[in-house]
């Protein structure tokens, strides 16, 4: 038999909420049942939209291993802006920069895994360096941007000194909207949005000077 006391604290407490001060105005309904469920509708919408930004980003644009993609980007970028005007032909500087960007990955390749080696969790054999290249192979795709640029400008007719600025505008405008993806994605506000792009535009005026200073 259940005791007085119990069934007294159930009735209050299933009674409380309809009788509460909260649930006398409005349509009729308590505000404790009414309001949380709103707020979770209205919450689930931002959420909704930013989960659908991101797998669009994410089929557009893959994010794995964007960080060896932007160093790459910015170190090819940087050496075109330095020694591309040196050369006075498409064919030297489409060479030198495809030289340089593969002397990047592999660099970078053998520096990770030596990091690994030090840290005494590979060692150096023909499989760990290979999965190194594949890993780091991403670095490619950022050097791919101003390589991509030279070779169009190229067939086009382009004057070879236009056809360097233009891989190098390229580079610039990689850099900047790849930090416009960054800050979509980290959804921010717009003061660290303004900052976080900003500093890829600070990235891309600093290769442009360097453009500058190398002529």
């Not at 930004?53 to 802006?81: H, K, Q, S």
């Not at 593969?102 to 060692?123: D, M, P, Q, V």
């Amino acid at each position: 038999m259940r005791k007085p006391s119990t069934t007294i604290f159930l009735k209050f407490t299933l009674l409380w909420p309809a009788c509460s001060p909260e649930s006398s105005s409005g349509s009729g309904t308590g505000h404790l049942h009414n309001r949380p469920i709103a707020d979770r509708a209205d919450s689930r919408a931002p959420r909704a939209q930013a989960s659908r930004l991101d797998r669009i980003i994410d089929r557009v644009f893959p994010l794995e291993g964007t960080n060896d993609m932007v160093y790459g980007l910015l170190l090819i970028g940087a050496i075109l802006a330095a020694e591309g005007g040196r050369h006075e032909t498409y064919e030297e500087t489409l060479l030198t920069t495809i030289v340089a960007a593969l002397l990047a990955w592999l660099a970078h390749a053998y520096s990770t895994l030596f990091g690994n080696r030090i840290e005494g969790t590979e060692h150096m054999s023909l499989r760990t360096l290979g999965r190194a290249m594949r890993r780091d192979s991403v670095l490619l795709r950022g050097g791919a941007v101003p390589i991509a640029a030279l070779a169009i400008c190229w067939p086009l007719g382009v004057e070879h000194e236009t056809g360097v600025l233009i891989a190098v505008f390229a580079v610039i405008v990689a850099i900047i909207l790849l930090e416009l993806v960054a800050a979509l994605l980290a959804h921010l506000s717009p003061r660290e949005f303004i900052f976080e792009v900003g500093v890829g535009v600070l990235y891309g005026v600093s290769i442009f000077v360097l453009k500058l200073l190398a002529h």
